[in-house]
């Protein structure tokens, strides 16, 4: 494969990796001449570097095949879930062609049956935009619940590859992929390091959240490393072969969310880590020791610079920033050198870091009091051990409201609640008791804001 990309050298030869799941096996060869297939594709359709492919395909051969081309040849890869409706990203990105399955359009092509291009020649679209040094475009909602499109740059991707790979244990590895590779956790410390290092990456067809499924998964293929958001590892947890599965694998990431208490408690008897990140850091900023937790933690730097401003927010600056933003159909490139804000409230200790909350979740009461939500949810879980989950919030905009659920199930007294605000206790309106099943919360195990439960 020739190519022109600053990711090209880490993808020049078929490496070991086989990709295999219960749909077939595809060897470390196969792969890479898929992905040369591919590239020779992309080219006789007048498709070359800085232009945008739409990747709409689920984890699997041909999203592997599409994106060691696309990286090699610096096309600017967007991938999105394969149920997402791809003709109005077209034009939105400005892309070129979009690759998916069941779809019926002239500039939407479907992989081959083993994950090769199509047979037919590609009808690309006409572009005016360049993405030259853009490796992905992800879409993301950040902390913000705004979702808009992230351009990670190629030496942004490459630097987070150079400084968690030594620390992710991956070589021989056989690694289960069961986060979602259109997402920024799942492509860039999930797919990639195991392409690069493993022996053998396991996909799962259908349902990724099922833990039973996982579990089977894991010892039909006898998987070593399991990356995942905190929600399926405790789904895992709830089963009586999940706990030793989780003990036994001997590397992976925990990260998207924070982490509970409970769950922290059980993390502590494996060898998986923390990591934290977001898209905007392409997306590594933190990792944790093998085994190392404790509630809401998030590691440490690993190839970057944090600092916390004045108002709580963690910052970094490094390599891993990205490249920018994509918006009405333009890359907005920012400054590589800046401090990039996370949004995320965290406070430090011996260089560890440890979650507060998001700056998102600040409130301003209707006669101006400023509610910092975050630190006070953290005060009244370090007052009540017997909370799990708990949100201050304001449905009046006059008031403050206190939703949370316990251990037991029990309510806690509201006078208890009042005086654990201090001075806001004026302003407390209602407390709830809150079922934990009553909770909506989001793919990766957040409560979602949005949608909270009624207080009374």
Same mark, same amino acid.
């Given at each position: 494969?020739? =190519?022109?990309?600053?990711?090209?050298?880490?993808?020049?030869?078929?490496?070991?990796?086989?990709?295999?799941s219960?749909?077939?096996?595809?060897?470390?060869?196969?792969?890479?001449?898929g992905?040369?297939?591919?590239?020779?594709?992309?080219?006789?359709?007048g498709?070359?570097?800085?232009?945008?492919?739409?990747?709409?395909?689920?984890n699997?051969?041909?999203?592997?095949?599409?994106l060691?081309?696309?990286?090699?040849?610096?096309?600017?890869?967007?991938?999105?879930?394969?149920t997402?409706?791809?003709a109005?990203?077209?034009?939105?990105?400005?892309?070129?062609?979009?690759?998916?399955?069941?779809?019926?359009?002239?500039?939407?092509?479907?992989?081959?049956?083993t994950? =090769?291009?199509?047979?037919?020649?590609?009808?690309?679209?006409?572009?005016?935009?360049?993405?030259?040094?853009?490796?992905?475009?992800?879409?993301?909602?950040g902390?913000?619940?705004?979702?808009?499109?992230?351009?990670?740059?190629?030496?942004?991707?490459?630097?987070?590859?150079?400084?968690h790979?030594?620390?992710?244990?991956?070589?021989?590895?056989?690694? &289960?992929?069961?986060?979602?590779?259109?997402?920024?956790?799942?492509?860039? &410390?999930?797919?990639?390091?195991?392409?690069?290092?493993?022996?053998?990456?396991?996909?799962?067809?259908?349902n990724?959240?099922?833990?039973?499924?996982?579990?089977?998964?894991?010892?039909?293929?006898?998987?070593?490393?399991?990356?995942?958001?905190?929600?399926?590892a405790?789904?895992?947890a709830?089963?009586?072969?999940?706990v030793?599965?989780?003990?036994?694998?001997?590397? =992976?990431?925990v990260?998207?969310?924070?982490?509970?208490?409970?769950?922290?408690?059980?993390?502590?008897?494996?060898?998986?880590r923390?990591?934290?990140?977001?898209?905007?850091?392409?997306?590594?900023?933190?990792? /944790?020791?093998?085994?190392?937790?404790r509630?809401?933690?998030?590691?440490?730097?690993?190839?970057?610079?944090?600092?916390?401003?004045?108002?709580?927010?963690?910052?970094?600056?490094?390599?891993?920033?990205?490249?920018?933003?994509?918006?009405?159909?333009?890359?907005?490139?920012?400054?590589?050198?800046?401090?990039?804000?996370?949004?995320d409230?965290?406070?430090?200790?011996?260089?560890?870091?440890?979650?507060? /909350?998001?700056?998102?979740s600040?409130?301003?009461?209707?006669?101006?009091?400023?509610?910092?939500?975050?630190?006070?949810?953290?005060? &009244?879980?370090?007052?009540?051990?017997?909370?799990?989950?708990?949100?201050?919030?304001?449905?009046?905009?006059?008031?403050?409201?206190?939703?949370?659920?316990?251990?037991?199930? &029990?309510?806690?007294?509201?006078?208890?609640?009042?005086?654990?605000?201090?001075?806001?206790?004026?302003?407390?309106?209602?407390?709830?008791c809150?079922?934990?099943?009553?909770?909506?919360?989001?793919?990766?195990?957040?409560?979602?804001?949005?949608?909270l439960?009624?207080a009374?």
């Amino acid at each position: 494969m020739t =190519g022109n990309s600053a990711l090209q050298e880490l993808f020049d030869s078929c490496g070991t990796a086989e990709l295999v799941s219960h749909a077939g096996r595809l060897s470390a060869t196969q792969l890479h001449h898929g992905a040369n297939d591919w590239s020779r594709a992309l080219r006789r359709s007048g498709i070359t570097r800085g232009d945008r492919v739409i990747c709409a395909l689920p984890n699997g051969a041909a999203f592997a095949q599409l994106l060691v081309a696309a990286l090699a040849d610096g096309v600017t890869l967007a991938p999105v879930p394969p149920t997402e409706d791809v003709a109005p990203l077209l034009d939105a990105l400005d892309a070129r062609i979009a690759i998916a399955v069941g779809t019926e359009h002239p500039h939407v092509a479907a992989p081959s049956r083993t994950g =090769g291009p199509p047979g037919s020649p590609m009808v690309p679209r006409k572009s005016s935009e360049r993405t030259d040094t853009i490796a992905f475009l992800l879409r993301s909602s950040g902390t913000s619940g705004d979702a808009r499109w992230i351009a990670l740059s190629e030496t942004g991707v490459l630097a987070v590859l150079e400084s968690h790979l030594p620390m992710l244990a991956l070589d021989g590895a056989r690694a &289960l992929c069961v986060l979602p590779w259109s997402h920024s956790f799942g492509l860039v &410390l999930g797919l990639l390091p195991a392409m690069l290092r493993a022996r053998r990456i396991v996909t799962l067809t259908g349902n990724a959240r099922d833990a039973e499924a996982i579990v089977a998964m894991s010892r039909e293929f006898e998987v070593t490393h399991l990356s995942m958001v905190p929600l399926l590892a405790t789904r895992l947890a709830a089963l009586p072969a999940g706990v030793p599965l989780l003990q036994t694998l001997t590397g =992976g990431l925990v990260g998207g969310a924070p982490i509970d208490a409970r769950l922290a408690e059980l993390l502590r008897t494996t060898r998986l880590r923390v990591g934290y990140g977001q898209t905007e850091a392409s997306p590594g900023i933190m990792l /944790g020791n093998p085994g190392e937790f404790r509630e809401a933690f998030l590691g440490r730097p690993v190839g970057c610079d944090v600092r916390i401003e004045s108002d709580g927010v963690l910052a970094f600056h490094g390599p891993n920033v990205c490249g920018g933003y994509w918006n009405d159909r333009t890359l907005h490139s920012l400054d590589a050198d800046r401090w990039q804000r996370t949004d995320d409230l965290v406070s430090m200790d011996d260089g560890a870091y440890t979650f507060r /909350g998001r700056a998102t979740s600040t409130f301003k009461l209707s006669n101006g009091r400023v509610v910092l939500a975050p630190q006070l949810e953290a005060r &009244l879980q370090q007052q009540f051990p017997r909370i799990t989950d708990v949100i201050v919030t304001t449905e009046t905009g006059r008031a403050i409201d206190v939703l949370y659920s316990t251990h037991d199930s &029990l309510p806690l007294a509201a006078d208890d609640i009042r005086r654990s605000l201090g001075g806001l206790g004026a302003y407390l309106r209602a407390t709830t008791c809150v079922s934990v099943d009553a909770w909506v919360r989001t793919p990766k195990g957040e409560i979602d804001r949005r949608r909270l439960p009624a207080a009374h």
